[in-house]
């Protein structure tokens, strides 16, 4: 258990007046317990309380309930009458584990819980729940070196005009190989990236990496015509993304029109005035803007006019259903509208030949899905690129 803002009280009436507290404190929970259990006391403002033997699991509940009734009253010490509450989090041995030190891992996250309920509260420890919490922070403990460890890798999925079979560009997607969690999926590790801020280095290395590939593939005369890299809203806030990224379009030789960034409608709902600038910018520097996800979220056609973008990409949810008449009816008009526009249509996530010519029945004839191929490895790519000559 945990006391709450026992900080707060250190800092107001200062250190001796706290360990007075958290003996008062003792005392009462001591004399509670009686002869169920025992206190003891880890860190400054946490303890453990041990019960050795209970029939009902009822019964722990019922002393977690005891320990909050008994702190309603308030602690006098020299003179000021002090509250204080605690965070309770439960966890049983053997039933959770028989390690010590995984149940006490076990009872923080409980009391972890409890405190985002609200503080006063008592948490029983839920294995399902924790594991996806104990998966969260081991991605962010993992995260910190796994540039420096090499551990991520670009693979790249070709974009294909079905009409004429050709390869028109690829799209740069990330991929993160770690020893302790073996391969991970942006889907999981990009928000948890983007939460704590290191999305701002992983994304500079994938700009560095491509842009960097980009030359090679210049220099051995394989010929990509559009390479899209995905960005986080993260990045695109920080007021050094443009020159960076033109930077590398230099030092590379790359000339910035072979680049395609692709943003989410969700991005455009994060960014400011300032950043639309920086995008008008980066296009009069030839780059080019594809809206990702297009018409899954907050689809503000008010964006479409003052943001110049120059592809749409649909998801793979629209392909999915794409059976279903109203699906066809949404595909059309978004065909209808990249004409209009001037835009660059591409559908995602295509995975079979009848959703292939259905596409094509409305219109749509830039593809990127498992039917023409997954993503793949720089060198898969450059085998590819190779054969088709
Ligand atoms: P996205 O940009 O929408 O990328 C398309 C995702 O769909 C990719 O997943 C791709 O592998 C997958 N996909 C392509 N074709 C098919 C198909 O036919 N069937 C199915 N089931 N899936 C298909 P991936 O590589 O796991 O990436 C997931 C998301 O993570 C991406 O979605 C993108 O939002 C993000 N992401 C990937 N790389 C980066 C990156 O370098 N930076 C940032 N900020 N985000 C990235
Ligand atoms: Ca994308
Ligand atoms: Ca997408």
Redesign the pocket.
Known sequence: MAINYFKVINHKFGHNFGDWILKLFAQSITTLLGEYGELFKLERDEFVVLIYEFNDIKEIEKICNEIHRCLKKSFQVTGNEIYISTSLGVTVFPDDSSDPDKLLKFCNFAIYESKHKGKNMCTFFDKQKSQSYFRKILIESELKNSIINNEFD??Y?PQIDALSNKIIGV?????WNNDKLGNV???EF?PIA?DNGY?VQ??NW?LDKVIYTMHKWKERGTQVDSVA????PV?LKRSDFKNKLLGLCTKYDIAPSLLEL?I?EGTLLEICDDNIKVFNQLVESHINIAL??FGTRYSSLSYLASLPVSTL?I??LF?DGIQHKKNKILIKSIVDLSKSLNCKLII????TEKQVHILNSLGCNIM????FS??LSKEELENLLANIK
């Open positions: 670009i693979f999925q799209e740069a997607l990330l991929r999926f942006p889907n990009i983007e999305i992983i994304g994938v890299i995905n960005i986080s990045q692709e989410t990702d996800d990409k998801d793979k392909v995602e996530g295509v995975e990127q899905g498992y039917y997954k993503p």
